[in-house]
C-alpha cells in the first residue's frame, strides 16, 4: 500500500525556518519524482519544489527560490524541504506527492494530474 506521510510542519516566526519530512512506504522511492504543493483556503494548490527519480534534478518556484531546498535520501525513503527566511505567505498546507516516471523528465512540475499518491499534509504558519 502506498503511503506518503508529511511531519515538521508547526508555528514559525517571520525569518525562521522548518523543515519539512515525506515519508514513503509501499514503493521504491528511487523510481518516483516527488512534487511539494501547497494550499491555502479558498485556493489552488500550487507547486513549491520537485526533485526527479533518476538524476536528482531540483525545481522550485518562483516565490520560494533561493529560500527552500529540497532533497531525498532514498535509503531512508524519505523526502525533505527545508524552508529557510520564512515569510507570512508561506503559510498554507504543505503536501508531498508521487509523479511516476512515465511523464518523464521536465522543467514544468506543477501539474496536480500527473502526480499519483499524496500525503495527509503538515500545517505551516508563519506567524509573529
Known amino acids: 500500500q502506498v503511503q506518503l506521510v508529511e511531519s515538521g510542519g508547526g508555528l514559525v516566526q517571520p525569518g525562521g525556518s522548518l523543515r519539512l519530512s515525506c515519508a514513503v512506504s509501499g514503493f521504491n522511492l528511487d523510481l518516483y519524482a516527488i512534487g511539494w504543493f501547497r494550499q491555502v483556503p479558498g485556493k489552488e494548490r500550487e507547486g513549491v519544489s520537485y526533485?526527479?527519480?533518476?538524476?536528482?534534478?531540483?525545481l522550485y518556484s518562483d516565490s520560494v527560490k533561493g529560500r527552500f531546498t529540497i532533497s531525498r535520501d532514498n535509503a531512508k525513503n524519505t523526502v525533505y524541504l527545508q524552508m529557510n527566511s520564512l515569510k507570512f505567505e508561506d503559510s498554507a498546507v504543505y503536501y508531498c506527492?508521487?509523479?511516476?516516471?512515465?511523464?518523464?523528465?521536465?522543467?514544468?512540475?506543477?501539474?496536480?494530474?500527473?502526480?499519483?499518491?499524496w500525503g495527509q499534509g503538515t500545517q505551516v504558519t508563519v506567524s509573529s
Open positions: 526533485i526527479s527519480s533518476a538524476d536528482g534534478v531540483t
Open positions: 506527492a508521487t509523479r511516476p516516471s512515465k511523464y518523464g523528465n521536465t522543467w514544468y512540475p506543477w501539474t496536480i494530474k500527473e502526480y499519483r499518491s
